[in-house]
């Protein structure tokens, strides 16, 4: 029985009547008493009950401070990480920056001095090509002038006829060669390109030799060991015309000599033959250091090119070197960046 039942019992005993008048018996009494010590028995359960809930509420406000207080740590803690995370990542997002502008800036250097060898490169080719051109007309004016000489020498002499015939072959076996070292360049321009054959008629050989320049620098990634070899292969067929070419000249002057000493010595009344021999020795003599210096041009050329071959390698591996570090960088990055929780 509850505190609250015990007490209605005992207001209902109190509240008895019979018949109008107050009345209590024996056997009320004996319930109002169990009453009362059932009630005194419910309020001290009360009291205790409330003694230990206090006490609970206690322990429970304690641990609920004492949570609050580890509650508010977390949270700072986590304000304090989550602040550090975030300047973190700018410091990333400033690095990344800096490293990208100095990447930039790298780029537009060696893209710079790639041009600028580029060009250096063309120049070179174009040199090359002017002295060709002049060389092809100072041999063009020296056998316009040496034909001229001999056509007039004809008119009196029949044994001109003969150095004429020897100087025409010396020049078609010099076509020939010239005509096989086009050949030899231009099969080496159609292997480079993919290409069908090349008309050669239609080009010059300092046109051939600027196209397989071109060629060159186009494929120096793909095929740079062949293009090296096939570049020392026509240079070497160059030398080899040059040095034929020389041969001939010499020999051309060499029969020029004997036969014009012969034609001294057989004609020595005449004085213009003897003015001819002697134009005609100082135009070989003209022609043959010119050959001499077109020749250490053309060596002095070869060695620039090979330097600056050689130049072009190591940069490339500079340049692929720093294109993998910076590469590398940037996945470093990217990834440290994956990894910050956002």
Known sequence: MSYQDSI??????????????????????????????????????????????????????????ALRVILNETISNLCLEFDRRVEKFSYIQEEKNKLKHIFDNQLLKIQEESSNRYNEVINAVNKLKEEIIVKNTTISDLTNDIYLANAKTNEKYANEQIVQKKLSIDLTNINNELYEGKCLISGHISQMEGQSDIDIKNYRL??????????????????????????????????????????????????????????????????????????????????????????????QLEDSLKEKSSQMSSFEQITNIKFTECANIITKLSKSIDRIPL
Request: some cysteine; aromatic content about 6%; hydrophobic content about 30%.
């Open 8 to 65: 209605l019992m005992f207001k209902t005993i109190l509240k008895k009547t019979v018949d109008g008048t107050y009345s209590i018996n024996a056997k009320d009494v004996v319930n109002l008493e169990k009453t009362l010590q059932s009630a005194y028995t419910a309020m001290n359960k009360s009291e205790i009950e409330n003694k230990r809930l206090k006490s609970q509420s206690t322990i429970l406000e304690t641990e609920c401070d």
């Open 206 to 299: 300092s046109e051939l030799i600027g196209m397989f320049t071109t060629s060159f620098i186009k494929l120096k990634d793909n095929e740079k060991n062949k293009t090296i070899n096939g570049y020392n292969i026509i240079m070497d067929n160059l030398r080899k015309e040059n040095e034929h070419f020389k041969i001939s000249i010499e020999k051309y002057k060499h029969q020029l000599l004997n036969e014009a000493k012969q034609c001294v010595e057989q004609k020595q009344n005449e004085l213009s033959l003897k003015n001819k021999y002697e134009q005609a020795t100082a135009k070989i003599e003209k022609l043959t250091y010119k050959m001499i210096n077109l020749n250490n041009q053309n060596r």
